[in-house]
């Protein structure tokens, strides 16, 4: 019950958040594409919570072991970056949709194919946590809950899958919106904040995780397939 509470708690937390991003910066609700963004991402969200809420209770736990305790200054800095690479630039489409218009707005279809990307990334981050029952929001070894190497599924494939689909959530999120500007900027600005957060947690995954060193040389995409 304790669970299921604090992942309401969160879910409310997580639709507030990006309703105040988006409506707030224009000073009003009056934005179809938000709203209606808003709607796909609470009911993908209530859907997704509440399989794994009966199938895999503990990947919505890992979420929850935050280990700030042990968490090092660097990857405080990196997870700070990271999150305002993640949330600034819903802010900055509506913004730009209804003052700035930086560039061209994208066609219909761009959008379309905007709100496909989300939804992909929405998919890639649910099945990083089905297959990795340790992808805490920071970096540290799980001892007590038994951390072991998830190698298999996605992760067979990438090895930070969740951080590639955090890319296509934001990315097609902004590009939905109708903003092509933010969507160059969330594009940048997550892609080196996680690139940098990357470097950073290897090193602890390679010094503390066993198997780490040669899951890395079995699978060599970190993040962004062909390209790193």
């Given at each position: 019950m304790a669970l299921v509470v604090k992942t309401s708690i969160g879910?409310?937390?997580?639709i507030g958040i990006f309703?105040?991003?988006?409506?707030?910066?224009?000073?009003?609700?009056?934005f179809p594409a938000a709203i209606l963004w808003l709607q796909v991402f609470g009911g993908a969200v209530v859907l997704s919570a509440s399989y794994l809420l009966v199938a895999r209770p503990a990947a919505l736990e890992a979420r929850m072991r935050a280990?700030?305790?042990?968490q090092t200054p660097a990857d405080r800095l990196a997870l700070g970056l990271m999150s305002l690479a993640l949330l600034l630039p819903v802010a900055l489409a509506s913004r730009?949709?209804?003052v700035w218009q930086l560039l061209p707005a994208p066609s219909p279809f761009f959008q379309v194919f905007g709100m496909a990307i989300f939804l992909?990334?929405?998919v890639i981050?649910?099945?990083?946590?089905l297959q990795n029952e340790y992808a805490a929001p920071t970096v540290h070894i799980q001892e007590a809950a038994g951390h072991k190497l998830a190698d298999g599924g996605i992760y067979?494939?990438?090895?930070?899958?969740?951080?590639l689909g955090f890319l296509l959530f934001t990315a097609?999120?902004?590009?939905?919106?109708?903003s092509i500007a933010a969507t160059l900027f969330a594009t940048i600005s997550l892609s080196a904040t996680t690139i940098y957060r990357i470097g950073l947690e290897e090193v602890t995954l390679c010094e503390e995780l066993p198997g780490y060193v040669a899951y890395t040389e079995k699978v060599k995409t970190r993040y962004l397939p062909f390209i790193y």
């Open positions: 879910i409310g937390f997580q309703g105040a991003l988006a409506f707030l910066p224009i000073g009003t609700t009056n280990g700030r305790e042990e730009d949709v209804f992909l990334g929405f981050i649910v099945m990083s946590m067979g494939h990438v090895r930070h899958p969740m951080y097609g999120t902004t590009l939905w919106l109708g």
